[in-house]
Nanobody
Framework: QVQLVESGGGLVQAGGSLRLSCAAS????????KGWFRQAPGNEREFVAA????????YYADSVKGRFTISRDDAKKMVYLQMNSLQPEDTAVYYCAAEGSPFGRIATGRADYRYWGQGTQVTFSS
């Protein structure tokens, strides 16, 4: 079992930055692909970014490519999402997730992720 807890959300302004953190506990953390998803009001939960179990590969949704960076620190059992140049459409609840099987390939579908955090809110402030 993997438990995930996100933090770091808050209010942001145009062009601002935030760094989301995800603390993991439980089973072997380093063996799993980790991802970030987000869900805006009225929308389905969508893929944002993922990082391979080795940390050597990353993958991003087109909407955040070049602005967001996912990283992991296995020694601390942490996953991060650095978000720069934030825009109003980035407003959402952001979820950290881990795939259900160890040593898997990066996936972008919600069904491929078994473990989820409770989410952290990112709100755009005008």
């Amino acid at each position: 079992q993997v438990q995930l807890v996100e933090s770091g959300g808050g209010l942001v302004q145009a062009g601002g930055s935030l760094r989301l953190s995800c603390a993991a506990s439980g089973r072997t953390f380093s063996s799993y692909v980790k991802g970030w998803f987000r869900q805006a009001p009225g929308n389905e939960r969508e893929f944002v970014a993922a990082i391979s179990w080795s940390g050597g590969s990353t993958y991003y949704a087109d909407s955040v490519k070049g602005r967001f960076t996912i990283s992991r620190d296995d020694a601390k059992k942490m996953v991060y999402l650095q978000m720069n140049s934030l825009q109003p459409e980035d407003t959402a609840v952001y979820y950290c997730a881990a795939e259900g099987s160890p040593f898997g390939r990066i996936a972008t579908g919600r069904a491929d992720y078994r473990y989820w955090g409770q989410g952290t809110q990112v709100t755009f402030s005008s």
